[in-house]
């Protein structure tokens, strides 16, 4: 292909892009609500992002998506760091997707909008899973639907006993859309991924340690941001720039299988997006 070609397909692409981009920024600024809040700790190399939207369980609204990958993008930059904890605010982990939000998405019916937001949030959380740092999810109360799915783009999850864990987007006639799947089938194989995705189980911190979902357990007696930085503690001991470069030659170990994760999520999005709207998704938001 001639060089001069080359650049107008460039273009081309670069024009798709950002016109896919400010679709999908149009869209999730304006359902607004609660926030993503981030605490960087220079002494200790641990940062703490933190849902904060309690008054909907810590619900992901269109504008806390936007502020999760802002969040993202200051921890790509950051030099020194060494760990994060992502948590929610108020003892509970985070419950998907803000419902109103999802309900907005279903009712356009024709539109994209299902899978513009999807993609977003693909993108998002496999920017968190690469991140050069070492991650926990603190998982106690509900982790719930993309919350669930949340949890599962962190390195490890430490999670309170009697946490409440569910990929119920079945039951909202909904298949995953943000990674949940491809991360809980790495995770978990085949066989457990699919138990928990077409039952909507929900399961305790216990049953999920039991199965491989959760890497520690805390109790009532424990606190627990102590408890998951004590856990993360362990993995931190040597100097930063050891700690990233472990943690790329994992991310490129994982990136290695035969077909890439952003395929197998544009995958994920075309089914969610074939969901959205549809009968059974409809039927789940007319009851409440
Ligand atoms: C690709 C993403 C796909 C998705 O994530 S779809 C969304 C999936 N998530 C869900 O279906 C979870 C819906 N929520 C629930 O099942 C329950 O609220 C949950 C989390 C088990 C907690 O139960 P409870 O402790 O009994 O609390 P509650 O139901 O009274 O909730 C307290 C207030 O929070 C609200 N809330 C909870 N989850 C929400 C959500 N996802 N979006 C919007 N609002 C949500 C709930 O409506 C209630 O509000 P209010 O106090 O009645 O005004």
Not at 112 to 140: G, H
Request: overall charge positive; hydrophobic content about 40%; some cysteine.
């Amino acid at each position: 292909m001639g060089l001069q070609m080359q650049r107008s397909l460039s273009h081309v692409s670069f024009s798709i892009c950002s016109d896919l981009r400010r679709r999908q920024i149009d869209l999730l600024r304006k359902h607004r609500g609660g926030s993503v809040d981030l605490e960087v700790n220079e002494k200790t190399g641990i940062a703490l992002m933190t849902l904060n939207n309690p008054k909907k369980k810590n619900a992901i609204t269109g504008s806390m998506h936007l502020e999760f990958e802002e969040r993202i993008e200051e921890l790509e930059k950051w030099e020194t760091g060494k760990g994060l904890i992502v948590k929610g605010c108020g003892n509970t982990f985070c419950s998907g997707g803000d419902l109103n939000f999802v309900r907005a998405l279903a009712k356009e019916k024709d539109s994209d909008n299902p899978s513009l937001m999807s993609s977003f949030m693909q993108n998002a959380t496999t920017r968190l899973s690469n991140l050069p740092l070492i991650t926990v999810a603190l998982v106690e109360g509900f982790a719930v639907g993309g919350g669930a799915e949340l949890m599962t783009c962190c390195d490890f999850r430490v999670v309170h006993s009697s946490a409440r864990i569910g990929f119920l987007e079945a039951q909202m006639g909904l298949s995953t859309g943000w990674g949940g799947s491809v991360r809980l089938v790495h995770l978990l194989g085949r066989s457990k991924a699919l138990q928990l995705l077409t039952s909507a189980r929900v399961i305790s911190g216990i049953d999920a340690q039991k199965i491989g979902l959760a890497d520690e357990i805390f109790g009532e007696s424990d606190d627990p941001l102590e408890a998951t930085t004590s856990f993360l503690t362990k993995y931190l001991k040597f100097p930063s720039e050891v700690i990233k470069a472990m943690k790329r030659v994992a991310v490129n170990a994982s990136k290695s299988d035969s077909k890439s994760v952003e395929h197998l999520n544009a995958k994920e999005t075309d089914i969610f997006q074939n969901l959205c709207g549809g009968p059974a998704n409809l039927a789940a938001l007319n009851r409440k």
